[in-house]
């Protein structure tokens, strides 16, 4: 069963300003994990219920809710700025 994807406004407006190669990379991710959350070499972050996954330079963080099958990205990235608050 397909998961519902959900961005924020703060991620829509942080995506829309990468170069144009990236921003297909990591729609194709998100696109990925609307079949699969869980996909190869994701990441769960050990202090939140959090998940991880990279594409090339950036990190796209999310959580996931099986029940409602939702997956909300939360912040998307480039490594050094991801994890700053």
């Given at each position: 069963?397909?998961?519902?994807?959900?961005?924020?406004?703060?991620?829509?407006?942080?995506?829309?300003?990468?170069?144009?190669?990236?921003?297909?990379?990591?729609?194709?991710?998100?696109?990925?994990?609307?079949?699969?959350?869980?996909?190869?070499?994701?990441?769960?972050?050990?202090?939140?219920?959090?998940?991880?996954?990279?594409?090339?330079?950036y990190?796209?963080?999310?959580?996931?809710?099986?029940?409602?099958?939702?997956?909300?990205?939360y912040?998307?990235g480039?490594?050094?700025?991801v994890?700053?608050?």
């Amino acid at each position: 069963m397909n998961y519902r994807i959900t961005l924020s406004k703060k991620v829509r407006k942080q995506v829309s300003k990468y170069p144009t190669v990236d921003l297909h990379k990591i729609h194709d991710a998100m696109l990925t994990l609307s079949q699969e959350p869980r996909p190869r070499g994701v990441r769960k972050l050990s202090d939140r219920e959090y998940y991880r996954i990279t594409v090339g330079k950036y990190r796209i963080l999310y959580t996931i809710n099986d029940d409602d099958k939702v997956v909300t990205i939360y912040r998307v990235g480039p490594r050094k700025d991801v994890y700053k608050s």
